[in-house]
């Protein structure tokens, strides 16, 4: 069971946060995450194919999948999810289903995807434990789930010191542990996880789901 300081649900917030959202985000990929983003970004790269079933989990304003569809990545098999209603409005723009919906309780089948990334949304639900369940449930046998993560590493400096103070003051997400992360998920069934290496308060991971397709 992943421990953690209790956090308020934060969907309000971002409701009123979706018109500054990319600005202020672009400021933390900036200063603090940016390495976590590009690692997140290259597993996608490297795990995705043309027929892969695809979740963006906590899209926010879907500029992962507009990345990715610019790059040449189908939309066919692309899904996002997001539970606020002005963060999806900013996904107009991406020709793909667009579900209104919360990480802790998926509306999807056991095993419907074979690429799940949830980026920079884990750590702004109540109860990351049971989002994390959530995730892996839907991925297929032989998939994987990517995640980035606000992380409780070392600042490195002024400037991501100052992104994590006020990340915490807006109470939009909290600073989670990579190895209870890590631990939570070497308990599920068929599931091996690994760290990506990146600097900074974020983290990256690759979950991989093992285990023959019967
Ligand atoms: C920091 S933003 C990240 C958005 C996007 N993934 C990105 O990389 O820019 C966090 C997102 O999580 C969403 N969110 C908040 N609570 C959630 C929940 N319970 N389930 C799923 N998403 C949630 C917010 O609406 C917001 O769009």
Redesign the pocket.
């Known amino acids: 069971m992943l421990s953690q300081a209790p956090l308020r649900?934060?969907?309000d917030q971002?409701e009123k946060l979706a018109p500054r959202?990319d600005k202020l985000?672009h400021r933390w990929l900036r200063h603090a995450g940016g390495e976590a983003q590009a690692a997140l970004e290259g597993l996608v790269r490297a795990l995705a194919t043309p027929t892969s079933k695809f979740l963006?989990?906590?899209?926010?304003?879907g500029?992962?999948a507009r990345g990715l569809i610019a790059e040449g990545m189908s939309p066919n098999m692309m899904t996002l999810?997001?539970?606020?209603a002005a963060?999806l409005a900013r996904c107009a723009d991406i020709r793909v289903p667009k579900i209104q919906?919360?990480?802790?309780s998926l509306p999807f089948e056991d095993g419907a995807f074979d690429l799940v990334t949830?980026?920079?949304?884990l750590e702004?639900?109540p109860n990351p434990h049971l989002?994390l369940v959530e995730l892996c449930r839907v991925v297929r046998v032989g998939g994987a789930l990517c995640l980035a993560f606000c992380a409780d590493e070392p600042a490195r400096g002024l400037a991501d010191g100052l992104m994590r103070q006020a990340l915490l003051y807006r109470g939009?997400?909290r600073f989670l542990s990579r190895s209870q992360l890590m631990q939570t998920i070497e308990t599920f069934e068929d599931f091996e996880v690994r760290a990506i290496p990146s600097h900074g308060p974020a983290s990256t991971l690759l979950a991989k789901r093992s285990g023959a397709i019967t």
Request: net charge negative; glycine share 12%.
């Open positions: 649900d934060a969907v971002y959202y985000h963006d989990a906590g899209c926010g304003t500029n992962l999810l997001d539970p606020s963060m919906g919360r990480l802790e949830c980026a920079w949304a702004t639900v989002a939009t997400g």
